[in-house]
């Protein structure tokens, strides 16, 4: 039992990174992995272009303000105005490590479970269609779940 | 051995509700919950009323400062000012997810055990009779003995 | 099987101060740790003075943006221009709780494996010959064979 769950709650790209990093490492030693999107978390697997959902104005208005989608998260710290989190993206380009949207889109190839958390999306007013195909939606009762049976649970 | 063990460092409105949500649900299916109370987390559950508590200039300093209590914590982002917390505290009351104070309230009242940091008090100059009633003080010992009994421990 | 593997990912003064005040607790307790320093984390065991490594411009950059070791840290709240920080210090002394630095040294003396990630070092251009001494480095397949050891493994 070494399966790895991480409670992806930020959306600091910094956070993000780590939280890919180390999912795709456990993968690639055949360890299970699930990751469970949620509050700011869930900005992540936002598709990067807008839907065309209904929309109440709280809605429309946290829909705006919240990022869309891995490619546009910022450092929590040192962002200064956008220019460190460039900075950061390229050093990272540099380093050949890759880039998030790789990341991410490698975990799930390697079979890491999404899963975004229904509350979360309600208060926030983002719906199913705006959420990057492959996800699965779930509660509090799914992320114990998966808790109960990792041997390592991580709030990130 | 199912139990959940906490550790409540941050007083972000975000994050507490994402705390008391998870070990409410806990509860729910019967599983054990401590949450520890340490650093700026102790302000989740000081009273809201300032209480006739000698203290030095530090401690009235950091007294003031900080929150005090769950109804007056921020979101770690996008507050605005107090904007962004009062739109996320609306949205919830239209969504029907019950406000922070009444979580905690829950959470007691199923049996989750409340520890709060005694070293934490200590510097931040909080005496016993600010906290609200029902928590239980302890130090690291406490929380190392409640983690050897979690299978999911989580510094938040 | 009680090892606690802690994953430093901030440098937050308050945080760092939770991992050690934890670590030096469990170590007191016989119990193992190993604590795994990465992102802004690997600040926490950067030697204070400047050494001579020849850099390319990024890497002088974040050399030059992040704190250099333990003792230059800030809070993550209220550190109000180094005022709430310089606070919180005069207040651990006045309350005899051990400086940040020495409680680094104490953990490190009763056995706490220090593990600085290698991916970290190289996207932020920190060397070897930058870290203090007596740190092993490692990766993400370290920091997983250490958490499949422990109970409790918690990202910071």
Chains 1, 2, 3 share one sequence.
Do not use: H, Y
């Not at 710290?77 to 050949?96: A, E, H, I, L, Y």
């Not at 509350?119 to 998966?146: C, K, R």
């Amino acid at each position: 039992m070494d399966k790895k769950t991480f409670l992806l709650f930020s959306d600091d790209l910094d956070k993000v990174l780590a939280t890919f990093v180390i999912a795709n490492g456990a993968l690639a030693m055949d360890t299970e992995v699930t990751i469970f999107f949620a509050f700011w978390g869930i900005n992540v697997v936002r598709k990067e272009s807008a839907r065309p959902v209904k929309k109440d104005f709280m809605s429309k208005m946290f829909g705006w303000m919240m990022p869309r989608g891995a490619g546009r998260l910022k450092l929590s710290k040192m962002n200064m105005f956008g220019v460190g989190t460039n900075m950061m993206k390229q050093v990272m380009r540099k380093k050949n490590v890759k880039p998030l949207p790789e990341l991410i889109a490698s975990a799930k190839e390697a079979g890491a479970r999404f899963v975004v958390c229904t509350m979360s999306m309600d208060v926030m007013g983002i719906a199913e269609d705006e959420l990057m195909d492959g996800v699965e939606l779930g509660g509090v009762a799914t992320f114990l779940g998966e808790s109960d049976q990792s041997n390592t649970t991580m709030f990130i």
